[in-house]
């Protein structure tokens, strides 16, 4: 199967430096330059796999783009910004990014968070999750079909927070490190703060709770996070 990468950014250099790097990498690339060309893209099918989006780019920005491809998919989205701020940084995970990368970037390093993302996309961390379905209060996870529900209501999570919430899970009563967490999320090959856990550990407590589940996740003071009793308020 060849992944279809929409690459969305302003500046033409760098739109030709990340695909010529995903073409080598063998992905297919599609191209937009602005916010609106890249709505139009990905309304188009066929869909794409996987979404490069940048940040500043003028009229629509990416963090607006990011809003309008929420509402419909959970697509995932890795940001580009030239600003190394970390208040930009956790907007765009908040709001349904899966991962940030900060001008200059390495291009085999974004290959390598590419992979990894598409690979947690399509195959669970097999060591940790399981392929059957998981019940834990009132969420289930149906692995195969890439699913949340909590009493029949569906729960739309972004790969990587699906992921983060099948580790926990898998073993409820077990307390995970921030560290842990990533190390079974990108599999140890690439540096991701540790401030991107708590950002997507908020989203998936927002997204629970409207659900109808508002203990889902409990935060273990200096340690880190454990499936919480999960009971449904409904």
């Known amino acids: 199967?060849?992944?279809?990468?929409?690459?969305?950014?302003?500046d033409p250099n760098i739109r030709a430096v990340i695909c010529f790097a995903l073409e080598k990498a063998g992905l297919s690339v599609i191209v937009a330059r602005d916010g609106d060309e890249a709505l139009r893209c990905f309304q188009r099918p066929p869909s794409c796999d996987l979404i490069v989006l940048d940040i500043g780019m003028p009229e629509m920005d990416g963090l607006?783009?990011?809003?309008?491809?929420?509402?419909?998919s959970d697509v995932p989205i890795l940001f580009l910004s030239a600003r190394d701020d970390e208040i930009d940084r956790?907007?765009?995970?908040?709001?349904?990014?899966?991962d940030y990368v900060t001008k200059p970037f390495s291009a085999r390093e974004l290959v390598a968070r590419i992979n990894v993302i598409l690979k947690r996309t399509r195959v669970a961390p097999t060591a940790t999750l399981k392929t059957s379905?998981?019940?834990h209060g009132?969420?289930?996870i149906d692995p195969v079909a890439h699913r949340v529900t909590i009493s029949e209501?569906?729960?739309a999570?972004?790969?990587?927070e699906f992921t983060i919430l099948s580790v926990l899970l898998a073993r409820p009563g077990q307390v995970f490190s921030r560290e842990r967490i990533l190390d079974t999320v990108y599999g140890g090959t690439i540096h991701v703060s540790d401030?991107?856990?708590d950002s997507h550990v908020r989203n998936i407590r927002a997204k629970l709770a409207i659900a109808g589940c508002t203990d889902a996740i409990e935060t273990v003071h200096g340690v880190g996070f454990r499936l919480g009793p999960c009971e449904t308020a409904r």
């Open 195 to 197: 401030r991107t856990v």
């Open 138 to 140: 009132a969420p289930t």
């Open 157 to 160: 999570l972004t790969a990587l």
């Open 153 to 155: 209501t569906n729960v």
């Open 64 to 72: 607006d783009v990011c809003r309008q491809v929420r509402k419909s």
């Open 90 to 98: 956790v907007l765009g995970l908040e709001i349904g990014g899966d």
């Open 1 to 10: 199967m060849v992944y279809r990468i929409l690459v969305v950014d302003d």
């Open 133 to 135: 379905r998981q019940h």
